[in-house]
């Protein structure tokens, strides 16, 4: 009996190992491109291939290839979700048990009153300068269309009990129950509180509670190392769900986007630039009585630096240079620096209302008074730990549209908007930070300017 000789079906083991290899190469070198470049690349690749989707499928086509594609951006901002909470208590805790108020004294108090105001300034500024640029996405019919349904029920929550006293009796509530609501606001608030209560049993010298509360804060600051590792894993993915994200959106509205992107992108360099050259300039010119331009001149370093790396921490050797040849005497510069970099975020109150006057815009919301000073409040409150969070303008962008009563799948749209060109517009926002950091820090510690 003769066997009979099967056609070669498998693949050659040779072959199976050269493409291993071959696909192995590609993805080691993917990752040592710049994650920036990364959700760039994402972004771009998301605009064509959606403009280029819209123009070669019929809308029936389109309608069963976006809800393949969808999920994967999808996933991307439930991620985010997901750790934006942990971060956000543990951030805020950490941030406000760093504060030795009382050891710091009077220059310390002047530092915190500094970083508050200018806080409010560029949280008002941003909320102004949105509303008179008006980001919008009028144009783009079918989006907000699609969402008009959910539009009701958002403006229904944003506008019921909408006074002074049910805002601020909302900032105070049990502290699980906004956990399990998803309520950012008494989060922080509560979060905030935590954190000053543990710092001032630290400086009250009482043998028993410091053993405890540091080893609260241990705890805490573990936590708060798993949630950025969590952040790191999350951030790996982003490129992909970036370009998911953009390509459903584009491939939806088209080059209609492009007028939004361009509006957003404006309105955030408008109030940067405002911060930078109108603000800080006339802190100097009235606290110190120098030419402004001059001081900022000193500072091109620092500014600079955060521009590329988009970190106020990795900023700080250059900021404390630049401080030592300013004069500054390292006692008050090793205090209001790193605080700076941890609580004063000017850039994410001037970039954050942006996208909240979009988000308005977009569903037809009519914002109130009210509306308007708890964007405001929110906006300042989440700045707080914004410094500890890579990006973190990301994740407190879902606390900020929370607290406007939008929906998850509305909040899920301005994210997607957000995520494609926040790397271009978080080089902006450090270079507001730490501008202000720097300010400050020179404005109080600097010595007088001998008269000529």
């Not at 370093?301 to 300013?326: C, H, K, N, W, Y």
């Not at 500054?328 to 605080?339: G, T």
């Not at 820090?441 to 001998?450: D, F, H, L, S, W």
Request: aromatic fraction near 10%; charge should be positive; include cysteine.
């Amino acid at each position: 009996m003769r066997l009979v000789k099967l056609p070669y079906i498998l693949p050659n083991p040779a072959a199976i190992w050269y493409n291993y290899r071959m696909f192995k190469a590609l993805i080691l070198s993917i990752g040592r491109v710049s994650l920036v470049w990364r959700i760039l690349a994402g972004f771009v690749l998301g605009i064509v291939g959606g403009l280029l989707a819209q123009r070669s499928f019929s809308p029936g086509t389109l309608s069963h290839i976006l809800p393949i594609l969808a999920p994967f951006g999808g996933v991307l901002v439930a991620m985010l979700k997901m750790v934006v909470y942990p971060i956000i208590f543990f951030s805020l805790v950490m941030g406000a048990a760093s504060l030795p108020l009382r050891q710091s004294g009077k220059v310390g108090g002047t530092v915190l009153v500094w970083y508050a105001l200018t806080s409010l300034v560029a949280a008002v500024l941003g909320v102004a300068l949105a509303l008179a640029l008006n980001p919008s996405m009028a144009q783009a019919g079918t989006a907000a269309s699609a969402h008009a349904a959910a539009a009701q029920e958002m403006l229904g929550r944003s506008q019921g009990g909408g006074t002074f006293a049910s805002f601020f009796l909302g900032l105070f509530v049990n502290p699980f129950e906004a956990l399990a609501r998803g309520s950012f606001l008494p989060i922080i608030v509560f979060s905030i509180l935590v954190g000053i209560a543990a710092r001032c049993l630290l400086d009250s010298g009482d043998a028993k509670a410091e053993g405890p509360v540091r080893g609260l804060l241990t705890v805490c600051d573990g936590a708060q190392r798993v949630a950025f590792k969590l952040i790191d894993w999350v951030m790996l993915y982003f490129p992909i769900g970036v370009f998911a994200l953009t390509f459903t959106n584009f491939a939806e509205n088209g080059p209609l986007l492009f007028g939004p992107y361009l509006r957003i992108v404006s309105c955030v360099l408008a109030c940067v630039l405002v911060m930078i050259f109108v603000v800080y300039p006339a802190a100097i010119a009235i606290f110190r009585r120098e030419n402004p331009f001059r001081v900022l001149a000193r500072l091109r370093g620092p500014i600079l630096t955060a521009f590329v790396t988009r970190s106020s921490a990795a900023t700080l050797p250059v900021s404390f240079r630049a401080m030592d040849e300013a004069g500054v005497p390292r006692a008050i510069s090793s205090f209001s620096l790193p605080l700076g970099a941890t609580v004063n975020m000017d850039g994410v109150c001037v970039h954050l209302p942006v996208f909240a006057i979009l988000a308005a815009n977009m569903f037809g919301m009519e914002l109130t008074a009210v509306q308007l000073l708890t964007l405001v409040v929110s906006v300042m409150f989440a700045s707080v730990g914004a410094g500890g969070v890579p990006g973190g303008s990301v994740f407190l962008l879902f606390m900020v549209l929370d607290n406007m009563g939008l929906a998850p799948d509305q909040t899920a749209m301005i994210v997607a908007l957000a995520l494609g060109i926040n790397p271009i517009l978080d080089m902006f926002e450090t270079c507001c930070n730490v501008t202000g950091d720097n300010v400050c820090t020179y404005v109080v510690g600097a010595p007088k300017a001998n008269p000529k």
